[in-house]
């Protein structure tokens, strides 16, 4: 038992890590942007779908290699690769040499991520797994709350080397400690683990819900954080950077701050049920958020803040709907990934399993924000809220279908 959690703090400090170095990176883009001032439309672009693709072309290779050989020798190589990306950022001079060390990027995080879940969910038991998974999800939620709060300071004070250099010392750690802690992986899959997943009842039961929510999730979470601070002309708030940030921050603490508890719960009562319930609130939520100036006034909230100055009544609101969106998040996370990892340690492969589960959800996060941006510039950006939350009570309610049909009315509790 002391063995295996010593070897779920070296994962968690791995997730940790390689979460703050993606969000770092997220913050400083647009100060990238500024610095090399690319002049092709295509080649800002490729400064964030790069690392999406390279994500993309890494899930398969990446997952088949976790499942044949050595899970911990795969992650191994991912830290490496991070750390390689990370040095490598500092040199660069020009657009293509900053999308190259972000393609190296996406590729060390899609086998961070991939494997590290996948070692999770292995050495989790079935009434464990959520927990467990939770508790990873909650490392890197504390990772993007301290990445986005210290790479604007670390830069305007030391500028890139000292924000990278952070990164590489959290790195460092974390390589060693999966290697001095976390045990060699005994289990070795035979042939492409891919091609039975892909046609699992219970995983395609899954992405009857999670193709749909991954459309919500990408506009709602995204879009929260350019509703707060674009100008009023365009339906925005018009907040400032900093009011911005606390807006963006309250979702993610409230996920960090549930996930373990309601991966627990989930654990004892059911995967499915938490899936379903998390899901519909969530849903429920988003179309909320284009009445949160209206809610603020019938409230009498004050527009009057400190240290963040004049707002509007909707700040309260807006921050407080966000965070609910982050335990609504809570309650879906964990038992989605501990039911995916439940069918990969059942024999198909738990690191293809994850890579199912990252596969589905990548044409609804590539075409959302495409979605948002239409949907911002005609109706109205209220409208992005309002498809985001259809989508995802759309999702919730196909999923329930599908459960009952193919699996009976008490699939629900029994998952």
């Known amino acids: 038992m002391n063995e295996n959690r010593v070897q779920f703090y070296a ?5 940790f890590a390689a979460g703050f170095g993606f969000i770092t990176l997220a913050t400083l883009l647009p100060t990238y942007l500024n610095v090399l001032n690319p002049q092709s439309g295509v080649v800002v672009g490729l400064f964030v779908s790069g690392l999406t693709a390279a994500q993309s072309i890494a899930v398969v290779p990446l997952a088949w290699g976790g499942d044949r050989y050595d899970k911990r020798t795969v992650l191994l190589g991912s830290i490496v690769v991070s750390i390689a990306a990370y040095v490598a950022f500092p040199f660069v001079e020009s657009s293509w040499g900053f999308i190259a060390a972000r393609a190296l990027q996406g590729v060390a995080l899609t086998g961070t991520g991939l494997i590290t879940l996948a070692l999770v969910g292995e050495l989790s038991t079935a009434d464990t797994r959520a927990n ?3 508790k990873a999800n909650s490392a890197r939620f504390a990772a993007s709350i301290l990445g986005s709060i210290s ?5 305007q004070q030391y500028g890139f080397d000292v924000v990278f250099g952070v990164i590489v010392a959290l790195l460092v750690p974390a390589l060693f400690g999966v290697l001095l802690f976390v045990e060699p992986d005994d289990t070795r899959i035979e042939g ?3 091609s039975d997943l892909a046609l699992n009842r219970k995983l395609l039961t899954l992405t009857s819900f999670r193709s749909q929510y991954a459309v919500a999730v990408t506009m ?3 879009w929260v954080v350019v509703y707060a601070g674009l100008k009023a002309s365009q339906g925005g708030l018009t907040y400032a950077a900093l009011a911005v940030s606390a807006v963006l921050i309250s979702e993610k603490f409230t996920n960090m701050l549930f996930q373990p508890h309601t991966g627990r719960l989930s654990d004892r009562y059911g995967r499915a049920l938490f899936v379903f319930c998390g899901g519909g609130l969530y849903g429920l939520v988003a179309l909320c958020i284009p009445f949160s100036p209206a809610i603020g006034r019938t409230l009498g909230l004050p527009s009057m803040f400190p240290i963040l100055g004049q707002l509007s009544p909707a700040f309260l609101p807006l921050v407080g709907l966000n965070a609910l969106l982050g335990i609504a998040d809570s309650f879906r996370e964990p038992a989605s990934m501990a039911l995916f990892a439940d069918e990969g340690v059942e024999g198909g492969g738990v690191a293809s399993s994850f890579g199912v589960r990252d596969l589905v959800w990548r044409p609804g996060s590539i075409l959302a924000p495409i979605l948002a941006g239409i949907l911002t510039t005609g109706p109205g950006i209220q409208w992005v809220f309002y498809f985001g939350g259809t ?4 999702g919730v309610l196909t999923f329930l279908g599908v459960l009952s049909y193919s699996h009976g009315t008490k699939a629900l509790t029994q998952w």
Request: aromatic share 18%.
């Open 151 to 155: 790479a604007a300071t670390l830069y």
């Open 220 to 222: 709602v979470r995204n």
């Open 132 to 134: 467990h998974i939770g």
């Open 11 to 15: 994962l968690y400090l791995t997730r």
């Open 391 to 394: 989508a995802a009570i759309s």
């Open 192 to 194: 492409f683990p891919f």
